[in-house]
């Protein structure tokens, strides 16, 4: 019955373990149109879904991968898609004294809200969920470092915005500077990935709280040989937002973060 949660949960948007939605800032105005989508959407699904006799039924491993202009490869024949996040937090970017040199990336951290019944049932929901997701507050996320459970104890999961999508994970870089996603939260497990290859956000991808462009889309890879754990083995980043850094280090600090969301992917091999 997760559809009718879904469904009915809006009315609970002052629930205190929901994040906020930042109204205050700049980005007001895009905050509300994208709320107004969503809870129109929302309402045209209520009066559809009256009609049927159950819900759909919450197969993740059906869901469709979104696909940018310039596709990425696809996911191997031997997997079947596991787990979809929407993440939401920041990447980093380091910064020297050289003006006109680029920021450098440094890593991100994210939290993950479970979007694998949505992507299964409710795709165009899902879409528009994970561009509103962006005017929601990262903080006071608790952004653990090597364990997501350490963070967020046995009380009631953090919950993304109006929806009732729970925190499944955390994304962070380790020491070692490698990608890594714990999703044990979920029971979903765990992966450390390299970039197979990445490929330009649509250009019409929603900007950043900042007016800063989408990050690119990207198909990470557990190494060679590797898996991992719960099977775990390829973590697609798509419809993303935001993220991007300004074109050089002129004014800027020596580190900083942009904020982002995007969904993520995970495929783990077939059982
Ligand atoms: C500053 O960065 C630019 C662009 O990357 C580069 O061409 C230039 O050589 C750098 N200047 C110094 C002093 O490192
Ligand atoms: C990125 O920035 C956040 C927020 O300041 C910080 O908690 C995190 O450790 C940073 N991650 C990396 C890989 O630098
Ligand atoms: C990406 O992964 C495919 C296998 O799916 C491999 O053939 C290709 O060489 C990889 N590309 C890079 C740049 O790692």
Redesign the pocket.
């Known amino acids: 019955m997760r559809l009718l949660t879904l469904l009915v949960l809006p009315l609970a948007l002052a629930a205190p373990t929901h994040q906020s939605l930042d109204l205050s800032a700049d980005n007001a105005p895009d905050a509300i149109d994208h709320l107004s989508e969503y809870f129109n959407l929302l309402a045209e699904k209520v009066r559809r879904y009256k009609v049927l006799d159950a819900p759909p039924e919450c197969d993740v491993s059906k869901a469709v991968l979104p696909t940018s202009p310039d596709p990425l490869p696809v996911p191997d024949d031997s997997t079947v898609i596991r787990h979809v996040a929407i993440g939401r937090g920041t990447q980093n970017y380091t910064c020297?004294a050289?003006?006109?040199?680029?920021p450098v990336p440094a890593g991100a951290v994210a939290t993950l809200f479970d979007a694998s019944c949505l992507a299964a049932t409710q795709p165009d929901l899902l879409t528009v969920l994970s561009h509103l997701a962006i005017s929601y507050h990262p903080s006071p996320l608790p952004f653990a470092s090597s364990s997501a459970n350490a963070g967020f104890g046995d009380g009631p999961r953090p919950r993304l915005g109006p929806s009732d999508l729970e925190v499944s994970g955390v994304h962070y870089f380790t020491a070692e500077g490698m990608p890594f996603f714990d999703l044990e939260l979920a029971d979903a497990g765990s992966v450390g990935v390299a970039k197979n290859a990445s490929s330009p956000a649509p250009g019409d991808a929603p900007v950043g709280l900042g007016g800063e462009k989408a990050v690119g889309w990207l198909r990470l890879l557990a190494p060679e040989g590797k898996t991992g754990k719960g099977g775990l083995e390829e973590v697609y980043r798509v419809d993303t937002v935001g993220g991007s850094p300004p074109a050089?280090?002129n004014g800027m600090p020596e580190t900083f973060q942009v904020e982002y969301a995007a969904q993520y992917w995970f495929m783990g091999k077939k059982e």
């Open positions: 020297t050289n003006a006109t040199a680029a050089t280090c």
